[in-house]
């Protein structure tokens, strides 16, 4: 039935390929925009939600280059579901590289419809990665996506953090990786009856090993453990370059979605410790989560979470804090110029894609706070990163 599916559907996708081949080839690159990625999915069925997958052929168009991929997709998101334009999961049937990122199965495309710069994500993303080597979060690349022909938008397309993405040893029996665990909060949430796999496990299959006994041990220590043994020993449990870093991008951006949720919490062998991977930076740079703008009127309530309420305590880990923030500015990985670049470097691919999208989805709409256009929002977005600098140094001179 899939083979029958996807030799029905060759003719069109290369209609498709050609005319978006024909489209590359002859639109004139301005200087200020740079050649963004254009996929089609082609479904013989509608797309569904969650876990219903559908059969899919993917092209991928770049500049006169084309590659033909199958898979499975299917609409994916939380709160964002309630939007129009929709986030897509897609599942390709053998692991591949895709839009220039390395090999994967599994991508997200991100509507980001929230975020009028299409930039937070990313740029979030990308810092974090910068700020050290044994720091993971996605790699992304900006695409325009097209349904069965029909125009969807532009999207920001990631990488989806599982076992090869995180380098995980799939043979080493304690690694594993959980997504949003609950790990964190100072009262846990309710238990789903019909979801057994409370702290959304990953990896190894929930199912075949169930590692919730480990979050319950480090749970148990950093409630209970004495301070000597705290200090002595919370760096066999979790790595602190990296809650550092973690914890400073959170306070720079402002990112008080991130502080219980939004990340990955992995560990890649047994002579590892956990690392946190980041996801989802939409509540950052000037607006939280549901568009709302907040120039640092409210800030993130760290201590909420009770890792970093228990780290806060220690002063070993508050000077921490203060050496790596001004070693981070003195080597001008954060800084205006430094934000600002990379601000530039990522609108020269959203100009290209931006049109359209705003054709589609227009950024006067009811869903959000304000009709601020793209420009306006860039605008915001930097200067937040001026008065958050400010604050920073501030606070950890």
Not at 140 to 152: D, G, I, K, M, Q
Not at 167 to 174: F, L, S, V
Not at 175 to 201: G, S, V, W
Not at 235 to 262: C, M, Y
Request: negative net charge; charged residues 25%; glycine residues 4%.
């Amino acid at each position: 039935m899939r083979l029958k599916f996807y030799r029905a559907t060759l003719v069109g996708m290369l209609f498709f390929a050609a005319a978006m081949l024909f489209s590359s080839c002859h639109h004139k690159q301005s200087s200020a925009t740079a050649p963004i990625y254009r996929i089609q999915l082609h479904t013989e069925e509608e797309i569904q939600w969650w876990e219903n997958k559908c059969a899919c052929e993917v092209l991928c168009v770049l500049d006169g280059d084309s590659i033909l991929r199958q898979g499975t997709v299917n609409f994916r998101g939380g709160t964002s579901s309630k939007f129009f334009k929709h986030s897509y999961t897609l599942k390709l049937d053998h692991a591949d590289t895709f839009c220039g990122m390395p090999k994967n199965k599994s991508w997200i495309l991100n509507a980001s419809y929230i975020d009028k710069t299409f930039m937070r994500h990313k740029i979030c993303y990308d810092l974090f990665r910068r700020m050290g080597s044994y720091n993971a979060a996605p790699q992304c690349r900006y695409a325009l996506v097209y349904e069965n022909e029909h125009p969807r938008g532009l999207y920001v397309v990631m990488q989806r953090l599982n076992k090869r993405a995180l380098a995980i040893d799939k043979q080493d029996a304690d690694a594993c990786i959980f997504k949003e665990p609950k790990l964190f909060y100072p009262n846990m949430p309710p238990r789903d009856t019909a979801n057994p796999n409370y702290h959304n496990q990953t990896f190894p299959e929930f199912d075949e090993d169930d590692k919730a006994y480990v979050l319950t041990q480090f749970r148990e220590f950093i409630l209970h453990a004495s301070d000597e043994e705290f200090a002595v020993h919370v760096g066999e449990w979790i790595d602190l370059r990296n809650v550092v870093d973690w914890h400073l991008l959170l306070l720079f951006t402002n990112n008080g979605d991130g502080v219980l949720k939004n990340f990955y919490l992995y560990k890649k062998n047994a002579q590892t410790p956990f690392r946190i991977a980041l996801w989802d930076c939409d509540h950052s740079f000037g607006r939280d989560g549901d568009n709302e703008l907040n120039m640092l009127q409210v800030t993130i309530d760290d201590d909420r979470n009770i890792l970093l309420n228990r780290l806060l305590k220690m002063p070993e880990y508050t000077h921490a804090l203060s050496k790596r923030w001004r070693q981070l500015r003195d080597e001008g990985v954060i800084s205006y110029e430094q934000l600002e670049k990379m601000v530039a470097h990522n609108k020269r691919y959203v100009l290209s894609g931006l049109e359209e999208n705003v054709a589609l989805w227009p950024t006067d709409s009811e869903n959000y706070f304000d009709d601020n256009t793209f420009d306006q929002e860039v605008e915001i977005l930097l200067n937040f990163v001026k008065i958050s600098i400010e604050s920073m140094d501030k606070r950890f001179r």
